[in-house]
């Protein structure tokens, strides 16, 4: 995977607050409303773990918090076996193709991408979903330090 998608991703994973889970596996096994106080973890990639958090109303998990009634759906469109690491990565590349920002991201404009992918991602700027939404200078930073390189001017 180019290195500006990877650092896209892991921004994203640092963004939606499951890599900074530390029991985690990386943010992959991370269940809506864990924290880094109290964890809150799935233990088998065999199937999204569809397990609904009432206080959030949401059934949101993996590293990209992704709703299961989407995995559905993205599962049989991309033929995927289960809701590995490697599912979900390729899960999170298509809905940022989807919202047309690949090619922003291997461009290194981030903004833009962050921009077009606020939709999908409640924590990015831009976000129509009324959460908490990250510091664009910290997600720059994240990517950055993920190995990200921005276009000239950005």
């Not at 490697?86 to 981030?110: F, K, N, T, W």
Request: with cysteine.
């Amino acid at each position: 995977m180019p290195g500006n998608r990877q650092a896209f991703l892991d921004m994203l994973a640092w963004s939606e607050g499951t890599s900074t889970i530390t029991e985690s596996d990386n943010g992959y096994n991370v269940l809506v409303g864990s924290t880094p106080e109290h964890p809150l973890l799935f233990e088998s990639y065999a199937d999204h773990p569809r397990i609904l958090n009432p206080d959030l109303d949401s059934t949101a998990a993996g590293r990209y918090q992704l709703l299961a009634k989407y995995y559905d759906a993205y599962k049989q469109m991309l033929n995927l076996p289960d809701f590995s690491p490697a599912s979900q990565d390729a899960i999170a590349l298509r809905q940022i193709s989807e919202r047309c920002a690949l090619a922003d991201i291997d461009a290194g404009r981030l903004w833009s991408a962050i921009l077009k992918c606020g939709t999908i991602w409640a924590s990015l700027p831009g976000s129509p979903y009324g959460q908490h939404q990250q510091n664009i200078s910290d997600l720059r930073a994240v990517y950055l330090n993920a190995g990200g390189a921005l276009a000239p001017n950005s």
